[in-house]
């Protein structure tokens, strides 16, 4: 995923410096180019050694040093970077990057770096609170650095709180997110609803689908590695939750309307890729019920159209996709749809067609708009979220 891009890895004198060496590995395995430089005070906590093995790059720790074989190398390396992300960042270098000091390789390098930036900060909760270190991080992002959030939880120093270096995952998604796609979405507001709904009968049982929510994240992720500002509504998955994506989860319909409605006013691109539960008992069975007394004979009423309310209250400018699931007649049905609710592309699966639906990690997908009727191939749903996204660009033009 990283081939041919360069990730310049600052590492600074904290204890978290060990989740570093993760983190060059698994920067590796996804191909990127690694160049690690160090503090002196890191290279007390870890040998440089160590990231050279791994990476296959001369650890940079002196930027006086003459056997770098690099010509002025904290610029060289500045030149070469398309991201820097300086983790574990101690209290020290956040301090200095936030005041353009340049005395040792990391800050002088980070002076000279133009691609994006981001620091990592972990430290002792005390030092992590103080008002200077929380100034400086502001400062920081006032520069366009991205700040990444540290953990909670027991600290090395014993203390338990805010300031540990999140996981190497968590920082190799950091690198993902920056570099994995052109930010062809910045500044747009995207709201993706996923998932099933749920429908209590009672306390114990409820009316649900098959909806494994697996097309809605992936449109959220996409939209997010695309530089969109990116809201997820969700019903209940077994999915993680994507970074880089404000995640509201719900469960009813009533709380997907009541969610969508807060957001839909301030979204530039709305996308339903959830499936409802059409109906919904008309009152809940009392507690008293006993598991083997499905009742089966509880009225049920409709819930929300959601999709019908978004058409209703379209603002200017804003763009609505839905997606039909159809056994038969997909076109003829889903431009029905398209039409009657007011959207400017619906998303058509074919239930019955192979690698297409729910719960697959395929899809196969028509997408229909007034003026266009495209077949997709049968794509990953990843790829199938990109090429939706791509077409909705398109048209939104
Ligand atoms: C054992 C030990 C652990 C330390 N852990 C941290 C830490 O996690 N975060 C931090 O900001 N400073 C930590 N420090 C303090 C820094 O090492 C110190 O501020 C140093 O000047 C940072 O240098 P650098 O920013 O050039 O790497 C630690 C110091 C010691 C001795």
Redesign the pocket.
């Known amino acids: 995923m990283l081939r041919g891009k360069t990730v310049v890895l600052g590492v600074?004198?904290?204890?978290?410096c060990y989740k570093a060496a993760s983190l060059a590995s698994a920067l590796v395995k996804q191909h990127a180019n690694v160049q690690v430089i160090m503090?002196?005070?890191?290279t007390k906590f870890l040998s440089p050694m160590l990231f050279e093995e791994l990476t296959g790059n001369r650890t940079l720790t002196d930027t006086f040093d003459r056997n770098s074989g690099l010509r002025v190398s904290h610029i060289a390396v500045a030149e070469q970077a398309d991201f820097l992300l300086i983790a574990?960042a101690?209290?020290?270098?956040i301090s200095k990057l936030a005041h353009g000091l340049a005395d040792?390789m990391?800050s002088t390098t980070a002076l000279a770096c133009t691609c994006p930036k981001a620091v990592a900060p972990?430290?002792?909760t005390h030092?992590y609170e103080n008002p200077v270190t929380q100034d400086n991080l502001d400062i920081l992002r006032r520069y366009g650095w991205e700040v990444v959030e540290p953990a909670s939880g027991r600290l090395?120093c014993g203390a338990v709180g805010k300031g540990k270096l999140p996981e190497p995952e968590v920082l190799l998604e950091v690198c993902l997110h920056a570099l994995s796609h052109e930010k062809d979405m910045e500044g747009k507001r995207v709201l993706v609803t996923a998932g099933p709904t749920q429908e209590a009968l009672d306390p114990v049982r409820y009316l649900t689908n098959h909806s494994s929510g697996k097309m809605g994240y992936a449109i959220a992720k996409a939209a997010a590695a695309r530089g969109a500002d990116v809201t997820l509504v969700s019903g209940p998955t077994q999915l993680p939750v994507p970074g880089y994506v404000t995640f509201m989860p719900i469960r009813s319909a009533e709380d997907m309307y009541q969610a969508v409605v807060s957001r839909s006013e301030q979204s530039d691109i709305i996308i339903k890729a959830a499936a409802v539960a059409d109906y919904r008992p008309t009152q809940i069975a009392d507690n008293k019920i006993k598991k083997s007394d499905a009742d089966l004979s509880i009225p049920l009423e409709r819930t929300r159209d959601i999709l019908a309310y978004l058409g209703q209250h379209k603002r200017p400018g804003q763009f609505l996709c839905g997606f039909s699931m159809e056994t038969e007649h997909m076109v003829e049905n889903s431009r029905k749809k398209l039409e009657k609710k007011h959207l400017d592309l619906i998303a058509a699966n074919n239930v019955k067609e192979k690698g297409a639906g729910f719960a697959v990690d395929t899809n196969v997908l028509t997408l229909i708009s007034p003026t266009q009727c495209k077949e997709l191939p049968l794509l990953t749903k990843d790829d199938a979220a990109h090429a939706l996204l791509d077409t909705i660009l398109e048209l939104s033009k």
């Open positions: 600074t004198g904290g204890i978290a503090t002196e005070n890191a574990p101690t209290a020290n270098i040792d990391v972990a430290m002792n030092m090395a």
